[in-house]
């Protein structure tokens, strides 16, 4: 039996709720669409996760197809005996790692860079530069990286041989790729990432830097004792948002700037293009949707797990 503590709280809550709703329906009427649509193609199509522990047949569809015996073969055929899809993980990991961390340093400097800029024109100009590549499709990306590394006619490959040197074929060693992908990524990411830095710098009170500077404080003190550290709640939630993505790597960046390119599978191929390549090539829907079910379930346990620790040490950064 609840006691009357507990039956009045429960009672406040409702009718905090009811207040809420009466003074702010406007805005709830604004955002039911948004939470429509975030329904219907958010949570609606996690029915169909079923396919992963499914012998999914297309004529029997997704609830008539039989279940797997053992529930979970799908899952032991993705990981037993299985290289490529280990190799896939492995890369996806590693590389989002190595993109989130070196991409937000880089950010992060890229921040504190035009922030100091004095001349404001200079620094609207630098920051729209920056910002343009995050908008720039990876198709037409991918079009400017062949057109630079390619073997025949490729302005890099050109370059070496006026200089007297032998042409590289780019497209045959997978070791170089991880640093190629890095700087892409970081060339079309960076400039992004900055502005939202460069928002929380723009809030910070001015007299921090007024009485650093009474202190005689240089002005790499200043950033390193007061932009950094007033900066670190934003930065726990970018890279919280981050490792949220940490098993999904974005298909449109693998896929389109190596070409697919066989030779480069060793150090390019990630979950997103073995998924799609799985179904290209065999078209078989469960083993892709248990890859996918595998991506979610590990990317929503790092995202607890790194709330948490940001939480523990950074109250004012945890999402939730």
């Not at 073997?151 to 042409?167: A, D, Q, V």
């Not at 179904?279 to 709330?307: E, H, M």
Request: glycine share 6%; net charge positive.
């Amino acid at each position: 039996m609840k006691s009357k503590a507990q039956k009045n709280g429960t009672v406040n809550k409702k009718h905090k709720l009811l207040v809420d709703l009466k003074n702010g329906w406007q805005l709830y009427v604004m955002a039911l669409p948004a939470i429509v649509l975030l329904f219907l193609f958010a949570y609606m199509p996690m029915a169909g996760l079923v396919i992963a522990f499914k012998q999914y047949n297309f004529r029997q569809g997704i609830w008539g197809s039989d279940w797997m015996h053992p529930l979970f073969k799908n899952f032991e055929i993705l990981f037993k005996h299985n290289d490529v899809a280990m190799a896939a993980i492995r890369n996806t990991l590693l590389l989002n790692i190595l993109f989130i961390s070196v991409g937000t340093i880089f950010a992060l400097l890229l921040a504190l860079s035009l922030n100091e800029l004095a001349n404001k024109h200079l620094k609207k100009i630098t920051q729209s530069l920056t910002f343009l590549p995050y908008f720039i499709s990876t198709v037409v990306v991918g079009i400017f990286v062949s057109g630079l590394l390619g073997y025949e006619n490729g302005t890099l490959n050109k370059l070496i041989t006026s200089f007297g040197g032998e042409k590289v074929a780019f497209y045959q060693h997978a070791s170089y790729w991880p640093l190629i992908l890095l700087l892409v990524n970081i060339w079309k990411g960076a400039g992004y990432s900055a502005v939202i830095y460069l928002a929380t710098l723009s809030g910070i009170d001015e007299s921090y830097y007024e009485a650093a500077q009474i202190d005689g404080a240089t002005r790499w003190q200043q950033i390193w004792n007061i932009s950094l550290p007033l900066m670190r709640p934003t930065v726990v939630v970018m890279t919280l948002l981050a490792v949220g993505k940490i098993m999904n790597a974005d298909f449109g960046l693998f896929y389109n700037i190596t070409g697919a390119m066989p030779t480069l599978y060793s150090t390019t191929d990630v979950l997103d293009t073995y998924i799609f390549r799985a179904l290209r090539q065999t078209g078989d829907i469960a083993i892709s949707s248990a890859t996918g079910f595998f991506q979610s379930t590990i990317s929503f346990v790092l995202v607890i797990v790194c709330n948490w620790l940001a939480r523990r040490y950074e109250k004012d950064a945890a999402l939730f």
